[in-house]
């Protein structure tokens, strides 16, 4: 007994200190008894061919409701890679039931935050190396303002909204939560296995993530992007766009320090794009909206190469000048 007590006591100080661990039964704890459930419906209860298609229908759309607030919350509470993969897959709306997509869809521009301000300030203090920490002097004379609400919030990290002291500039800050990377490959693995028996169409999509995520973490190969994408872009067309410009001197491989463009999300530019659009046509907005994504999704619209989008507007220029004049 006592040999037992010394393992089973040893097994749970081995999972408190590792993290990944702790996140990896959770994830089974959690996600096996659906998984068995929906196992039971797809292969007993209700197996293809031998009940009615409403009702097979009509038992996985029961599931749908019956899990989706288990799985919501369980992503919610755990972030890393789980909060991720709900973004990815509300992209679409043909990778999951509805009863699911109702809360992922938030996630793309309302992910909770996890990384409180102070924690925030203390990590871009020691990543820059200023003394006495996010409320230090050194950090105060690097950033004359800063603001603790968040403008962004992602799974990896958070964007702050600060200025500089020396030259009075509005920046954005990019901050990586800590820890982040170690957590994101440990339920990355996890999934990995789950998908290998439970999803084996999705392995070989989560081989391509894992792959994309191996430069997720490295805010220093995003800033060269941005400066390689700023002397690409900008020499021919700096009088129609605008690229942030990086502050180099303070950023690291987990701080992004960039100017701070103001404007108008990309999503909602284009929603109000669509809205002018199905108005001027006397049509109702959300509905249009609707069936244009549906159109995408199913190929009815094919999305244009960036020549062939050129092309057009180059045309429909010269339309508006033969008309109009001008």
Not at 74 to 85: D, I, P, S, V
Not at 137 to 142: D, I, K, N, T, Y
Not at 208 to 227: G, Q
Not at 258 to 267: A, F, H, N, R
Request: hydrophobic fraction near 45%; charge should be positive; proline fraction near 4%.
């Amino acid at each position: 007994r006592l040999g037992v007590g010394v393992v089973a006591a040893g097994s749970a100080v081995a999972v408190a200190a590792d993290e990944g661990l702790r996140r990896c039964i959770e994830f089974w704890v959690i996600v096996l008894p659906i998984y068995a459930r929906y196992l039971y419906v797809d292969r007993v209860s209700h197996p293809a061919g031998a009940v009615p298609p409403e009702a097979r229908d009509s038992a996985f759309e029961a599931l749908h409701e019956r899990f989706s607030p288990i799985i919501e919350r369980a992503t919610l509470r755990m972030r890393g890679f789980y909060l991720k993969a709900a973004q990815i897959m509300s992209m679409r709306d043909d990778f999951l039931p509805e009863a699911y997509l109702r809360w992922t869809r938030k996630l793309q521009n309302e992910a909770p935050v996890s990384l409180s301000a102070e924690a925030a300030r203390r990590f871009v203090a020691q990543e820059l190396g200023l003394q006495g920490g996010g409320d230090g002097e050194a950090f105060r004379e690097v950033f004359a303002e800063w603001d603790d609400e968040p403008i962004g919030t992602a799974s990896i990290g958070q964007v702050f909204c600060a200025r500089l002291r020396s030259s009075g500039e509005r920046v954005a800050v990019k901050v990586q939560m800590p820890g982040v990377e170690e957590l994101f490959r440990s339920d990355i693995r996890t999934l990995k296995f789950f998908t290998s028996f439970a999803l084996p169409w999705a392995v070989e999509n989560m081989k391509a993530i894992e792959k994309m995520f191996r430069s997720e973490f490295d805010y220093t190969l995003e800033r060269r992007n941005l400066e390689v994408v700023r002397d690409t872009l900008l020499p021919r067309w700096g009088g129609r766009i605008r690229v942030p410009r990086p502050i180099g001197e303070l950023c690291t491989s987990r701080v992004l320090c960039m100017e701070l463009l103001e404007g108008e999300k990309l999503v909602d530019g284009v929603r109000r794009r669509l809205r002018a659009l199905a108005l001027h046509a006397g049509r109702d907005p959300d509905l249009y909206e609707q069936e244009h994504m549906e159109a995408l999704r199913t190929g009815r619209i094919v999305a244009r190469s960036a020549r062939a989008a050129r092309w057009r507007t180059a045309m429909w220029r010269c339309w508006r000048r033969v008309r109009y004049g001008g």
